[in-house]
């Protein structure tokens, strides 16, 4: 019984932690897709920048 109860918390702890792991990642791709939608020359290299439009300031 010992060994169905290590297993089992030893199948949960590394459940949570790939689950975790996963969101992790996620989140983080999708903070720079929103930091690239509100900056674009910071999704362009400096030397690229001038082919953006100008905004008006």
């Known amino acids: 019984m010992t060994t169905y109860v290590r297993q089992f918390l030893a199948y949960?702890?590394?459940?949570a932690f790939l689950y975790g792991?996963?969101?992790?990642l996620e989140e983080g791709a999708r903070?720079?897709?929103?930091?690239r939608r509100a900056h674009p020359a910071a999704a362009v290299g400096h030397r690229?920048?001038?082919?953006l439009p100008h905004r008006a300031p």
């Open 21 to 24: 792991y996963t969101q992790w």
């Open 48 to 51: 690229a920048r001038h082919l």
């Open 12 to 15: 949960t702890t590394s459940y």
């Open 31 to 35: 903070a720079e897709c929103l930091h």
